[in-house]
């Protein structure tokens, strides 16, 4: 029930193209999906964050894409650059105030020139 | 601010020795978290404390773990003995509540772990 399963494993995508990672929930509680990007000897940091009660965020290049009835969220990267290549986490969590993110597996982004 | 500052960055030990980690959080912030990255289990949250007592420590896989965090400023994560299955990265973060919503978690760069 706590799962968040997330895909691809690993994605290559050419410079200026766009990244597409996929994340898929259970828990109908969770409530905070947020997405960290973590670099090689470096922790994860917050990226861009969603909550239920829209379908869409945009910041810059990066958007999140929310649909509550199939559970599902995804992270697209427009034009993409050599400098987004990173593993990118998604996340849940549930309830005001409970802090307990549970985190996908990840996904290692190369962005080749 | 200088962020969540952890140490060592490096650990190298042999099975059987007694690991301690530590952690500053960023100042001000009233929740503490250690996870634990491994390539096959991803990030696990361990444990994790709000104004320094300890919330949720389900995660913490064995008793031979054990977290403290004696004041605002400063936690511990404790393996005592280690196993060569304890080597991971192990990372701590901090976050401050605000308004009933979630928070950031900003990470610290992570203690590399390695049991001989």
């Known amino acids: 029930q706590q799962q968040v399963k997330q895909s691809p494993q690993s994605l290559i995508v050419q410079k200026g193209g766009i990244s597409i990672i996929n994340c898929a929930y259970e828990?109908?509680?969770?409530?905070?999906f947020p997405w960290y990007q973590q670099f090689p000897g470096k922790g994860p940091a917050l990226l861009i964050a969603?909550?239920?009660?829209?379908s869409e965020k945009k910041e810059g290049r990066f958007t999140i894409s929310f649909n509550k009835s199939a559970k599902q969220f995804s992270l697209h990267i427009m034009d993409s650059q050599p400098g987004d290549s990173a593993t990118y986490f998604c996340a849940a969590s549930s309830g005001a105030g409970s802090y307990q993110l549970t985190f996908g597996k990840g996904t290692k982004l190369s962005v080749i020139p | 601010d200088a962020g969540v500052i952890q140490s060592p960055r490096h650990e190298v030990t042999e099975m059987g020795q007694e690991v301690t980690l530590r952690c500053k959080p960023i100042?001000?912030?009233?929740?503490l978290f250690w996870y634990r990255q491994t390539m096959m289990r991803g990030l696990e949250l361990l444990i994790y404390f709000n104004n320094n007592v300890p919330i949720d420590d389900s995660g913490m896989p064995e008793d031979r773990f054990s977290a403290k965090m004696p004041n605002a400023s400063f936690s511990t994560l404790k393996i005592q003995p280690s196993e060569p299955r304890d080597s991971a990265v192990y990372f701590c973060a901090s976050s401050l509540w605000s308004s009933g919503n979630q928070e950031t978690q900003y990470f610290g760069p992570g203690t590399r772990l390695l049991v001989l």
């Open positions: 969603i909550r239920p009660d829209v």
């Open positions: 828990n109908t509680a969770f409530d905070y």
């Open positions: 100042s001000g912030h009233d929740y």
